[in-house]
């Protein structure tokens, strides 16, 4: 009997929930977006109502609204998809026309934010020069990264970007978001490339397993064992934070790398922005978190699983004028770590420790186009 009332009370509790989600109106046939009755909370509590959560609100809409492609086919978020780390589990992802990218998808997660503080106050000066962007490193401005995939062709399509105005001036949730998020209803390229800029940096995750160990200074019986273990061989042993920063709040350095995936690399990289060959095969190092999530990987997406990574580094890499010094011998060959597999096993529960399960289904940051 007690059971039964108690199941009961759990019923209605959970009843209670859904209706609480049902105040929020489903998608409606016009096609708008449900955004949330509150105020959307941009970075944290304490800037729930400033101007730049109205920013990241109208960004979060622009990121999945399909009407910015040429055939209203393709948002960003069709590529860089929530639950895929802000990645894509594709190889190579699908444009407008079907047409695949020529590189793997990269996570739009824990982007460096100006001057590595706050995000969103706008243009300024990188003060530790961490933001590059794309695995080539061909873009610095975030703003003005967020044309380039709009007018790529196998991407999005959109030759001229400003006739994406009187499109969007045609829908009828952009007039409003446009002027919560800058004062009036006038929209203009460098208003919405802002928004996105703003959204996208306001994806950040704090919230996996390793911020915790480091946040309560290493305390035992938050990473198990062999995480832990993991944890040591790639700060010492392996010496993969020589490339990785997996800490909290803290960026890669920008410089793209070679780690030795080819003797010569069939995608020129940094090269191709530079025209040195000596930086042929050169590429952004990926941020880590929520790697578990974002298979495949590199930046053609050549290996579909993580034990995969590790046996390249294992004895898979390649000698090249520009492959790193730190994956070099004292003799000036290649490193064959040769790691045993159970450190293997522990690197790889170390890299699942970096998994953040907040920010893969936070609402904030999910698809407003999608009825729940
Ligand atoms: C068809 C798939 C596709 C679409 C659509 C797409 N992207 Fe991407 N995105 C990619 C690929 C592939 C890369 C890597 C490209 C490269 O390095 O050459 C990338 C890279 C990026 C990066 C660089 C991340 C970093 O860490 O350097 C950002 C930021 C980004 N995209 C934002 C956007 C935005 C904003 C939109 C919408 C306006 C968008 N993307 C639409 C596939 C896509
Ligand atoms: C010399 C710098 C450097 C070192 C040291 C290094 N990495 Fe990397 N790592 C990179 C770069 C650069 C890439 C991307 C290469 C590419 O796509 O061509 C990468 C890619 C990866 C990826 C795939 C990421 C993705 O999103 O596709 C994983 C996982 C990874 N490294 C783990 C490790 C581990 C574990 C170690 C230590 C055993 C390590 N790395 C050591 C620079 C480094």
């Not at 003060?127 to 991407?155: C, K, Q, Y």
Request: overall charge negative; aromatic content about 10%; charged content about 20%.
């Amino acid at each position: 009997m007690k059971n039964a009332t108690l199941i009961s009370a759990l019923f209605l509790a959970i009843a209670w929930q859904s209706c609480k989600k049902e105040e929020v109106p489903s998608t409606t046939a016009t096609g708008s977006p449900v955004l949330p009755a509150t105020p959307y909370a941009y970075y944290d509590a304490s800037h729930s109502d400033s101007q730049i959560n109205h920013k990241a609100t109208l960004g979060r809409v622009l990121f999945y609204e399909k009407r910015l492609s040429l055939n209203n086919s393709v948002s960003c978020g069709s590529c860089h998809k929530q639950s895929a780390g802000f990645a894509d589990n594709a190889r190579f992802s699908r444009g407008l026309n079907n047409e695949l990218t020529d590189r793997n998808s990269m996570p739009v997660m824990n982007l460096p934010t100006v001057l590595g503080v706050f995000p969103g106050i706008g243009p300024g000066v990188d003060l530790f020069m961490t933001r590059v962007f794309f695995w080539d490193g061909r873009e610095r401005d975030l703003r003005s990264l967020v044309s380039r995939p709009i007018a790529n062709h196998i991407e999005m399509g959109v030759d001229d970007p400003s006739s994406l105005i009187p499109r969007l001036q045609a829908l009828p949730y952009y007039p409003e978001l446009v002027k919560k998020a800058f004062g009036d209803e006038q929209i203009t390229l460098n208003r919405l490339a802002d928004a996105v800029a703003v959204f996208m940096e306001s994806i950040q995750s704090k919230n996996t397993k390793f911020d915790e160990y480091i946040a309560q200074q290493s305390k035992p019986g938050i990473l198990n064992a062999q995480e832990e273990a993991g944890y040591q061989l790639f700060l010492s042993k392996y010496n993969c934070s020589g490339c990785h920063n997996p800490f909290p709040g803290e960026y890669n350095s920008p410089e793209p790398k070679n780690i030795g995936l080819d003797a010569y690399s069939p995608d020129p990289g940094m090269a191709s922005i530079t025209g040195n060959a000596a930086d042929r095969g050169k590429f952004k190092v990926p941020i880590l978190r929520n790697i578990a999530q974002t298979a495949p990987y590199m930046h053609d997406g050549r290996f579909k699983t993580l034990e995969e990574v590790i046996d390249h580094y294992s004895n898979g890499i390649q000698d090249s004028e520009s492959l790193h010094p730190l994956l070099k011998n004292a003799q000036g060959s290649p490193l064959k770590m040769t790691i045993p597999d159970h450190e293997k096993r522990a690197l790889i529960a170390f890299l699942h420790a970096l998994t953040d399960y907040q920010v893969l289904s936070d609402p904030k940051f999910s698809d407003p186009f999608q009825s729940f």
